[in-house]
């Protein structure tokens, strides 16, 4: 009978050599593609996560709303009837204003006196820091007496102020 020999013992460190270098370089790339999408993942929750804390810090205060009509005059020095409005920022955070609503009408070209400034013209939005006020002029506007009124303050974070007032 032959005697068949057979070479298995170079064959199977060869073998297991593939083997091991196939699942380190798989596993190279798995851990690398976790990482850089556990980053991203990460990078993500931190945005959302200051963008939900800086909504909840931010506070606007809607007060002192004059009406004024065509016999009196705004702040702005126009005789248009209208509404001056005075916001102030009570949070910790600087507030961005996107809109204004009055009864349910968006007004974005209005009159901004800031506190060191003469009254101009301003389109929103507009940037109240924390601690200041604006006067906003929301003129012309028609508005009836004994009768109420909504003022709505959206800001860029999604945060809706808004107060009702009787006009006089």
């Not at 050599?17 to 593609?33: E, F, K, Y």
Request: aromatic share 6%; glycine share 4%; proline share 4%.
């Amino acid at each position: 009978m032959r005697n068949f020999s057979t070479r298995r013992g170079l064959s199977t460190i060869v073998t297991s050599a593939i083997m091991l270098t196939a699942v380190a370089i798989i596993g190279s790339a798995i851990v690398s593609w976790s990482n850089s999408n556990l980053k991203a993942y990460e990078t993500s929750l931190a945005n959302s996560t200051a963008s939900y804390t800086n909504q909840i810090n931010e506070n606007l205060n809607i007060e002192n709303i004059a009406f004024c009509s065509t016999s009196t005059k705004c702040d702005n020095g126009v005789a248009n009837p209208g509404v001056n409005v005075t916001l102030t920022n009570t949070g910790t955070v600087s507030v961005v204003i996107k809109k204004i609503q009055f009864n349910s009408t968006d007004y974005t070209n209005l009159a901004l006196n800031l506190p060191t400034s003469t009254p101009q013209a301003a389109g929103l939005p507009a940037t109240i820091t924390p601690k200041q006020s604006i006067l906003l002029d929301i003129s012309p506007l028609t508005w009836h007496s004994k009768s109420v009124s909504t003022i709505a303050v959206t800001t860029n974070r999604g945060s809706i102020f808004t107060t009702q007032v009787a006009a006089p």
